[in-house]
């Protein structure tokens, strides 16, 4: 490759997503994985939150 090869400032940048786009992206709905369990749940369980704090994470629908 000779210094004629290389062309300062020739990098090809990728374009940019809209705001829109990157905002409908997070709000799509993602399935859960087959056995994934709910690590909220497991925290509790396992002693890292209490009742209050895992009503708070939940929404308070437990």
């Known amino acids: 490759m000779s210094a004629a090869d290389m062309i300062p400032g ?20 993602v399935k859960p994985v087959d056995d994934q369990g709910d690590l909220v749940e497991h925290w ?6 209490t009742d ?9 629908s437990r």
């Open 10 to 29: 020739a990098a090809v940048s990728l374009p940019r997503r809209t705001v829109e786009c990157v905002l409908a992206a997070a709000a799509r709905p």
């Open 44 to 49: 509790h369980k396992c002693g890292l939150l």
């Open 52 to 60: 209050e704090q895992r009503a708070e994470l939940d929404g308070g």
